[in-house]
């Protein structure tokens, strides 16, 4: 994996895990979601025609990418309200890289030496072990479900993102079309389900989420962009290392709990991050 595109995924976890943070603290999580979502189609809307109109079979991946980006946005919100972030987050995003690599032996191209599969193992594992604790801390076991249905969708979106810009054959233009169908979709859903109560929300919350809809964005188009030059189930384990990012600011920032077991936990992504590196 280039050097360029290392470091760049990492950045695009600390964007990840900020826009999380943001969602999190907001006071209706679905609501901050909802705007996030809005904020990144209006910008999809404003890059789309500055680039040539997809193919007739990139039409296919965009459909799939909204549908999958929407159940993972909602679930995720879910989530968010029955546990911390420091513990929502790792479980969403842990067992994604497991799923893309178990996948990519059958589905994908991409080819991986087994030091990039150990240094994968590693980030997984040492995610899914900061979540470990949810059954000792008295947290609500009912985020599982919704936290691991996030996970599908992660890992859903992912392959089919990082399959479809390569079919695109230009990120940029994917991406701002899948904003538009990410926000197409989600509104929609949101409208069916709960009518337009969402949207009613303050100056304040608005500028928020889209502040974290612009953090989204970027997130977004480093790891899409990576997945076009570098294998889809490494882009997607660095990218999860936003774990340790969201830990240190939930702990920091939120004043959630720092056990023994989410130091450890975070010193076994660290070092499958080196592993990958080295």
């Given at each position: 994996m280039?050097?360029?595109?290392f470091f760049a995924v990492l950045f695009a976890a600390l964007l990840h895990a900020s826009w999380n943070a943001i969602i999190r603290t907001s006071g209706n999580r679905f609501q901050g979601m909802l705007i996030l979502t809005t904020a990144q189609g209006t910008m999809g809307l404003f890059m789309a025609p500055f680039f040539p109109l997809p193919s007739g079979e990139v039409w296919i991946w965009l459909i799939a990418s909204g549908v999958l980006h929407t159940g993972y946005k909602m679930f995720l919100a879910?989530?968010?309200?029955?546990?911390?972030?420091?513990?929502?987050?790792?479980?969403?995003?842990?067992?994604?890289?497991?799923?893309?690599?178990?996948?990519g032996m059958f589905f994908l191209s991409d080819d991986l030496n087994i030091k990039q599969y150990i240094g994968v193992a590693l980030i997984g594992g040492g995610i899914i072990l900061m979540a470990h604790g949810i059954f000792?801390?008295?947290?609500?076991r009912v985020l599982i479900p919704f936290a691991l249905g996030s996970a599908l969708c992660t890992a859903g979106y992912s392959i089919v993102d990082g399959l479809g810009a390569?079919?695109?054959?230009?990120?940029?233009?994917?991406?701002?079309?899948?904003?538009l169908f990410d926000m197409l979709f989600f509104t929609s859903s949101t409208?069916?389900?709960?009518?337009?109560?969402?949207?009613?929300?303050?100056a304040k919350t608005w500028i928020i989420g889209s502040l974290a809809g612009a953090l989204s964005l970027a997130t977004y188009w480093i790891?899409?962009?990576?997945?076009?030059?570098?294998?889809i189930a490494l882009v997607t384990a660095?990218?999860?290392?936003?774990?340790?990012?969201a830990v240190m600011i939930g702990v920091l920032l939120m004043k959630e709990k720092a056990d023994l077991g989410k130091i450890?936990?975070?010193?076994?992504?660290?070092?499958?991050?080196?592993?990958?590196?080295?």
């Amino acid at each position: 994996m280039e050097t360029t595109a290392f470091f760049a995924v990492l950045f695009a976890a600390l964007l990840h895990a900020s826009w999380n943070a943001i969602i999190r603290t907001s006071g209706n999580r679905f609501q901050g979601m909802l705007i996030l979502t809005t904020a990144q189609g209006t910008m999809g809307l404003f890059m789309a025609p500055f680039f040539p109109l997809p193919s007739g079979e990139v039409w296919i991946w965009l459909i799939a990418s909204g549908v999958l980006h929407t159940g993972y946005k909602m679930f995720l919100a879910a989530a968010y309200k029955h546990g911390d972030l420091s513990r929502v987050y790792p479980i969403a995003r842990g067992v994604a890289p497991m799923i893309v690599v178990l996948a990519g032996m059958f589905f994908l191209s991409d080819d991986l030496n087994i030091k990039q599969y150990i240094g994968v193992a590693l980030i997984g594992g040492g995610i899914i072990l900061m979540a470990h604790g949810i059954f000792r801390n008295g947290e609500a076991r009912v985020l599982i479900p919704f936290a691991l249905g996030s996970a599908l969708c992660t890992a859903g979106y992912s392959i089919v993102d990082g399959l479809g810009a390569r079919v695109a054959g230009d990120a940029s233009q994917f991406i701002a079309w899948i904003l538009l169908f990410d926000m197409l979709f989600f509104t929609s859903s949101t409208l069916v389900t709960t009518g337009p109560r969402h949207y009613r929300a303050s100056a304040k919350t608005w500028i928020i989420g889209s502040l974290a809809g612009a953090l989204s964005l970027a997130t977004y188009w480093i790891v899409v962009w990576a997945m076009t030059i570098a294998p889809i189930a490494l882009v997607t384990a660095l990218r999860e290392t936003s774990v340790l990012f969201a830990v240190m600011i939930g702990v920091l920032l939120m004043k959630e709990k720092a056990d023994l077991g989410k130091i450890i936990a975070a010193l076994v992504v660290v070092t499958g991050v080196i592993v990958i590196r080295i």
